[in-house]
């Protein structure tokens, strides 16, 4: 079995489940103890996993922090990436945005906009848009997550499959240059990608915090990427690799002091 494939597996349990055991992953994959053990020993070097007795977890540092203390963190860079994306939409648009702080302050930077058709699987973007301008609002159902309102799973994927909108923009944990956009629950990845699958056009909105991060969970591939919203020119690598595939960059710009 690949190398790649089981490393794939082993993030994803620990994602689910919040670790994983030698044994229990020996057993799912069909390979031996020692094999599984390589695998961990070079997850926990890259920082990807955390070493525990006869398993692994994930580690602190690859947990988010709450929602509130999210907001607040490059909350100046954010604010100028939701007044950037607002610009995108047009009166009258459908559009999807997914649980994040940089999508929360886009729904807020589209406080102007009238008769907006609005998904989300938000609690917070929800009762942000609703009752506005003419909008109309329809949120995803399924068990709220107690950090931040988001739903998730398979009942919230299903009711998002069911719409077709022009603009989907979406957060990210980290950006990868090889693994792409990433997230830290196998859930979140899985209702970005039925998100992107029902959008005209997929609109990435990260600040420059996360750029050359990795997170638990690949979303797609970084040429998949459409278009990108952030406040601070990329690194060269990143630069090129986009140039490439001719996603749309756009650089905000912060409010003047």
């Given at each position: 079995?690949k190398?790649?494939?089981?490393r ?7 994602s689910?489940?919040?670790?994983a ?7 799912r ?10 695998d ?8 990807l996993?955390?070493?525990i007795?006869?398993g692994?977890m994930?580690?602190d540092?690859l ?6 203390r ?10 100028a990436i939701?007044?950037t994306a ?11 945005l ?6 929360a302050?886009?729904a ?7 008769n907006?058709l ?7 973007i929800?009762?942000?848009?609703a009752?506005r301008n003419?909008?109309?609002v ?9 950090d ?14 069911q719409?077709r909108?022009?603009l ?8 990868d240059?090889?693994?792409?956009p990433?997230v830290?629950?196998l859930?979140?990845?899985?209702f970005?990608?039925?998100a992107?699958?029902?959008?005209e056009r997929?609109?990435l ?5 996360k ?5 638990l969970?690949?979303?797609?591939p970084?040429?998949s990427?459409q ?5 601070e020119?990329?690194?060269?690598a ?7 595939t001719d ?11």
């Amino acid at each position: 079995m690949k190398r790649q494939y089981r490393r794939r597996v082993i993030l994803e349990t620990v994602s689910q489940g919040g670790q994983a055991r030698v044994l229990d992953l020996a057993s799912r994959l069909r390979v031996s103890d020692e094999t599984i053990r390589r695998d961990l020993k070079d997850l926990v070097a890259e920082g990807l996993v955390q070493k525990i007795h006869g398993g692994v977890m994930a580690p602190d540092t690859l947990g988010e922090p709450r929602f509130e203390r999210r907001m607040n963190q490059e909350a100046e860079a954010k604010k100028a990436i939701a007044r950037t994306a607002a610009a995108q939409v047009r009166d009258g648009d459908a559009v999807l945005l997914d649980t994040g702080s940089t999508t929360a302050y886009v729904a807020r930077a589209l406080s102007g906009h009238r008769n907006l058709l609005v998904v989300t699987n938000s609690v917070d973007i929800a009762r942000t848009l609703a009752t506005r301008n003419g909008n109309r609002v329809y949120m995803a159902g399924g068990e709220l997550r107690a950090d931040d309102g988001a739903a998730l799973g398979v009942v919230a994927a299903a009711f998002v499959q069911q719409f077709r909108v022009r603009l989907c923009f979406l957060s990210v944990g980290a950006i990868d240059l090889e693994d792409g956009p990433m997230v830290f629950h196998l859930e979140e990845a899985e209702f970005s990608r039925v998100a992107m699958r029902r959008a005209e056009r997929t609109i990435l909105v990260a600040d420059h915090t996360k750029f050359g991060r990795r997170a638990l969970v690949s979303i797609c591939p970084l040429a998949s990427v459409q278009a990108l919203i952030t406040d601070e020119p990329l690194r060269p690598a990143f630069q090129e690799r986009l140039r490439r595939t001719d996603a749309s960059v756009l650089v905000a710009e912060r409010a003047a002091a």
